[in-house]
């Protein structure tokens, strides 16, 4: 797989104005949501899980490879477009080693990855999100293993080292 970075970054092309496409958002704004842009822009963070609930939440269909969007950050500026590269749903203990390192948040097992996603998906901000205050991951729960890749930085943004 190509780093993120690559075709080279350019501000032209003959894709889609950025607000013509939709939006990228991941986690929360805050802290958590500013490192994973910062993954995201430094090339660390390639892929990304969601549960499939999320997806009937917002009522969107899955990514589709090839798919762009726009990445904000925690202040709603847009800040690259980023590519959908691969999609699968897998059953949580289904995630492998790959998938937790690529996501770029410091992982090197799988079990410390779940054990960083399910401390997300059991917080207090994503219950009030899925409207239901109980909600937990078990070793079934569906999730969305998205790869992704960035294709261009926006204006005001240069690439992170």
């Given amino acids: 797989m190509t780093g993120p970075l690559d075709p080279p970054v350019g501000t032209g092309g003959d894709h889609a104005a950025p ?8 986690a929360f704004p805050g802290p958590l949501r500013d490192r994973l842009v910062a993954a995201i822009l430094d ?4 892929s990304t899980t969601s549960t499939l609930v999320e997806y009937g939440i917002e009522d969107e269909p899955l990514p589709e490879l090839g798919a762009r969007q726009v990445l ?19 059953r949580l203990a289904d995630v492998d080693v790959r998938h937790a390192r690529d996501e770029g948040e410091g992982h090197d097992s799988v079990a410390g990855w779940r054990a960083a996603h399910e401390a ?9 999100y899925l409207n239901d ?11 969305v293993l998205e790869r992704l890749r960035v294709v261009e930085l926006l204006p005001g943004e240069q690439p992170r080292a």
């Fill in 43 to 46: 090339g660390s963070k390639t």
């Fill in 133 to 143: 205050p109980t909600f937990s991951v078990t070793d079934d729960t569906p999730v």
């Fill in 19 to 26: 607000d013509a496409l939709p939006v990228a958002e991941f």
């Fill in 120 to 128: 997300f998906r059991t917080s207090p901000d994503m219950r009030g």
């Fill in 72 to 90: 904000i950050d925690s202040a709603g500026q847009p800040v690259a477009i980023i590519e959908t590269t691969a999609v699968q749903v897998v």
